[in-house]
């Protein structure tokens, strides 16, 4: 929209470089261009705005397949005022002098115009079209049959209207012809999901079933290994025991004739200490008897007095003195009698 500003009556108006200015004074072209900007009077002045710039126009439409379906076609057409001349004398772009607004709908109009031009073409395809291809094939079919028919239309030229790109954005169909649709795709990507679970289950039982294989050929092995061990073991034990009952046995003989040797040696001792000790006997005898009575008596004293406690003094009375006296003084004879 124009930039209208006042002043003292006058009005001064400026416009962007995207916008179309035609200034009509009293029936005559005064200004006629983009991006304008000049003075003029609202009570004799004409003012038209067109926008040249390009724009983009949506638009969603139903139609009808050859099997009866109803679908919904989105796109997107793009286009801009080439003549704005023409635009300006085919469609109300008039402007209020004061306020720069529109007085009509000229955008509205275009939409309209677009819309109906291309929603023609789009059903002219699809009603020779069944809904499984237009799903398919649909989308390129209908783009290229209305650019050809907005490019072979005659009313847009002679309204100064150039089409600049048309793309078809999606062919729907109804929701539950969508859901249905979609039914055997799903089932069958289940299927194979399905197919592809039980590929995976029985890859997994195969490879447990040769874990287990496994498992149990190294039990077997290992139970059998342990069967050679117990029996090395057992013979192992049995060798040992043998070899320690010979050592043992060769160690009782030894100590047999150990004891045999010592036991002879000690009577052979027993022996000769016995003979010498009879000997020694003998000859004390022989010496006592050949020895005089008052010499044994002495010696008999003196070992009694070796083997009798330590006396620390001694008192002899004259009465024990004389009778021991005595005694030693009598023969060997009398004593006996």
Request: without cysteine; hydrophobic residues 45%.
């Amino acid at each position: 929209m124009a930039d209208i500003t006042r002043r003292l009556g006058w009005r001064h108006l400026r416009s962007a470089p995207t916008a179309h200015i035609r200034h009509h004074k009293r029936g005559r072209l005064a200004h006629d261009g983009r991006g304008l900007s000049f003075w003029y009077r609202s009570l004799s002045a004409a003012l038209s705005e067109v926008p040249v710039d390009d724009r983009e126009l949506a638009m969603a439409f139903h139609a009808r397949t050859a099997d009866f379906q109803d679908v919904t076609v989105q796109a997107t057409v793009t286009y801009r005022v080439s003549d704005p001349a023409k635009a300006a004398e085919r469609l109300d772009f008039s402007v209020d002098p004061d306020t720069g607004s529109w007085r009509g709908a000229p955008l509205e109009q275009l939409a309209t115009l677009l819309t109906e031009t291309a929603q023609q073409h789009a059903l002219d395809v699809l009603a020779r079209t069944e809904l499984a291809a237009a799903l398919v094939d649909g989308v390129a079919a209908v783009r290229e049959r209305v650019a050809t028919g907005l490019a072979a239309e005659p009313r847009l030229p002679e309204t100064g209207i150039e089409v600049v790109a048309v793309r078809v954005v999606a062919i729907r169909p109804e929701a539950e012809v969508e859901r249905a649709l979609r039914t055997p795709a799903r089932e069958q990507i289940q299927q194979e999901a399905d197919r592809a679970t039980y590929q995976r289950r029985a890859v997994a039982v195969e490879r447990e079933r040769a874990i287990a294989e496994n498992e149990l050929a190294s039990q077997i092995e290992l139970a059998r290994r342990e069967e050679r061990l117990v029996e090395q073991r057992g013979t192992n034990s049995r060798r040992e025991a043998e070899e320690k009952a010979a050592a043992d046995g060769v160690q009782a003989e030894a100590e047999a004739a150990r004891t045999v040797r010592l036991a002879g040696a000690h009577a052979e001792a027993a022996r000769v200490a016995g003979a010498a000790r009879a000997e020694a006997q003998a000859a004390w005898l022989r010496v006592h008897g050949e020895t005089d009575p008052a010499t044994l008596h002495a010696l008999a004293a003196t070992r009694l007095a070796e083997n009798l406690p330590r006396i620390e003094s001694v008192t002899l009375s004259p009465d024990v003195l004389t009778t021991l006296l005595s005694r030693l003084g009598r023969p060997h004879g009398g004593a006996d009698a």
